[in-house]
């Protein structure tokens, strides 16, 4: 039976930049941090890095056309911001806006709508060498006059935009744990690196707001949680589990929707937690038109145990742990994706009602929602069942939220075709198109073509 999502729900699917482009030294485009952490031995599997990757910089136009053929509504991709300013800050380069105008004519060409993300952490390294990226403050109008280049030179066709692609992993991966560039490890900077990062998102938006009221598009954030289950109802398990919810979203959509941090990360941080000043306070507040999520997947969260309370705050959570102090662990009964991620479709729905609750019933759009198969071959792929029913249950999860009252407006999948992922190099797959990297040929997966019947549906049939 077909269980139908509402009118004018948008489905569409997702990429980034460094992640599918290629052509990383032509069209005048400047290094990347990413550039940069993949020739770090040991840092990226397999020695992999984006020099090639689906070379999306020179086949975008087979790619629209397939897109088209999947029957997207919409695309969502990023900016390489160093191909629009090669050393970060200054002039715009020629090249770079003519290969992003060609993308956007095409989609609209198409009938595809543009969802563009200003920054998917790839920064100029010229920012990073200058004057430490995003651990300085002065970034902050620099992402500013970089985000008007973008309003300015794309806006007149672009409606959708998004500013940010999940800071937290910008802050934990990149300067707590060091897996993703520029790869410190460090217990305060991505507390630093999120204060600057959410300011950098807020001056974007006051830009667009003051500068592009003409244009009439939309702006707002990205970000990723995981779901937290407490492990047992008792009180201490459930107090967990909230806190470990506010350390993850709450610490970067509570500015932006009530103005400050969560009060438990001010009480356990204390100093080092920066503060906004009045001023950035306005800024920040209602400073997001739509609750851009990214979800993948759940944990069980408990009070830790004081007597193993180091070795269990390691796992899990990636950095903060000894922060928020809450234990996290699996249900033996779950399934894993290849990253090893937990399928819990419920989980989804629970997030999205626990986000309606919080903020005050946003309009929602998933920006971001996938899995990883292990895809040896061709064949495999082509039978990718556990994607599609990754994406069934998911999608039935979200069904059952906007029933619940959640205002849940679209879906992206992650991602259009396999990619560059990041840290795990080649290895990992998450598209529901297969790129075999050798001939960088594209085929459909059957999770595409299960997809592309829900979107013609405008529903899923269960
Ligand atoms: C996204 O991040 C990125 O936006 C995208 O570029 C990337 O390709 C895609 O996901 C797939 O990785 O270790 O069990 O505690 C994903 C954010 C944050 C989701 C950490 C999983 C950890 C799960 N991820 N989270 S666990």
Known sequence: MNQPFPEHFVWGS???????????????????????????????????????????FHRFEEDIKMMKELGLQAYRFSLSWSRIQPDGTGEANAEGITFYNKIIDCL????????????????????????GGWLDKSIIPIFGDYARICFEQFGDRVKNWITLNEPWCSAVLGYGLGVHAPGYADADMPYVVAHNLILSHAIAVKIYREESAHQQGRIGITNNCDWRIPLTDSEADRA????????????????????????????????????????????????????????????????????????????????????????????PDWV???????????????????IDERYDQPEIYITENGCAVD??????????????????????????????????????????????????????????????????????????????EVIETNGISM
């Open 375 to 452: 895809e040896p071959d061709l064949e495999s792929a082509l039978h990718d069942v556990t994607r599609r029913d990754f994406f069934k249950d998911y999608l039935n999860e979200c069904r059952h939220a906007i029933t619940a009252g959640v205002d849940l407006r679209g879906y992206f999948a992650w991602s259009l075709m396999d990619n560059f992922e990041w840290s795990w190099g080649y290895e990992r797959r998450f598209g529901i198109v297969r790129v075999d990297y050798e001939t960088l040929e594209r085929t459909p997966k059957l999770s595409a073509k299960w997809f592309s």
């Open 240 to 331: 967990a589990a909230q806190r470990s919810l506010e350390f993850f979203l709450g610490w970067f959509a509570d500015p932006i929707w009530k103005g400050d941090y969560p009060a438990v990360m001010r009480e356990r941080l204390g100093d080092r937690l920066p503060v906004f000043s009045a001023d950035e306070r306005e800024m920040l507040l209602g400073s997001s038109d739509f609750f851009g999520l990214n979800h993948y997947t759940t944990m069980l969260a408990s009070e830790p145990d004081p007597d193993t309370k180091a070795e269990v705050n390691i796992a899990g959570n990636g950095g903060m742990a000894e922060d928020q102090d809450v234990h996290l662990s699996n249900d």
């Open 14 to 56: 997702a990429t980034a930049s460094y992640q599918i482009e290629g052509g990383t030294t032509e069209g005048g485009r400047g290094a990347s941090i990413w550039d940069t952490f993949c020739q770090i031995p040991g840092k990226v599997a397999g020695g992999d890095t984006g020099d090639v990757s689906c070379d999306h």
């Open 336 to 354: 894993q994706t290849q990253m090893g991620w937990n399928i819990v479709p419920e989980g989804c729905r629970e997030l999205l009602k626990w």
């Open 108 to 131: 609209l060409a198409h009938g595809i709508e543009p969802w563009i993300t200003l920054y998917h952490w790839d920064l100029p390294q010229g920012l990073e060498d200058r004057m």
